[in-house]
């Protein structure tokens, strides 16, 4: 997952960082509202983990604006604020989600998958064609039975292209979804964990494909 967090707290948010790249996503921070605001109009991310008390611009602003101009990208509000109250407007002003702290970073991981989940129209953590197996929550890739042993690159490229099966991304958008904004990755580096990817999967029936003078497409075979 490319994930943004939202948050103003150093400890709290220094915490989530640690766990979330721990588990191989790809994750920002930003701590001020209104430069959240400014950087979700052009960068895109599978999940916005939202605080609502925040310099410059509340979280309940940032996710209006969001709203507004038509950005449907899943929200967690993570917050202090337990009264019901506050929850029904978060919810009411576009919040998919709504956990408040102290979290466990487990049930915070679980609920950004499924809402990742939710939005690609998938029910479960497990994907299943034939004889190949990739299970998200595990971040664990099997072929006829044998774990695959990706690196965490190449976990995060192989559930990009079963999120977006059957459409050509180039390079640079593979890029952006696997890489922090920290870690200026080169479209070699792109290229070399496609390749490594695309050997590990031989003998399965999900395909990734070049498309010359394009990027690459997701599909499954037939045979």
């Not at 990706?150 to 050509?168: D, N």
Request: hydrophobic share 40%; proline share 2%; aromatic share 6%.
């Amino acid at each position: 997952m490319r994930i943004l967090l939202v948050e103003d707290s150093r400890d709290l948010s220094d915490a989530i960082l640690a766990r979330f790249r721990g588990e191989g996503h790809a994750i920002d921070l930003e701590t001020d509202g209104a430069e959240a605001e400014a950087l979700l109009r052009h960068a895109v991310f599978d999940i916005v983990i939202l605080d609502i008390n925040l310099p410059s611009m509340n979280g309940y602003h940032v996710l209006q604006a969001m709203r507004t101009r038509g950005d449907r990208t899943p929200v967690l509000l993570l917050t202090a604020r337990s009264e019901v109250e506050d929850r029904v407007v978060g919810l009411d002003v576009g919040a998919d989600d709504y956990m408040i702290k102290p979290v466990d970073f487990r049930e915070l991981l679980a609920r950004c998958r499924a809402l990742v989940r939710r939005r690609s129209g998938e029910a479960s953590n497990v994907f299943t064609q034939g004889n190949f197996t990739f299970d998200r929550g595990a971040r664990r890739a099997l072929l006829g039975g044998i774990d695959l042993e990706l690196r965490h690159r190449e976990v995060q490229v192989l559930e990009l292209f079963i999120s977006q099966l059957g459409r050509v991304l180039t390079k640079d958008e593979v890029a952006d979804h696997v890489y922090s904004f920290d870690e200026a990755p080169s479209l070699n580096a792109v290229e070399q964990t496609m390749t490594r990817l695309r050997k590990k999967l031989e003998g399965s029936p999900l395909q990734i494909r070049t498309i010359r003078g394009l990027g690459y497409i997701a599909s499954i075979s037939d045979a």
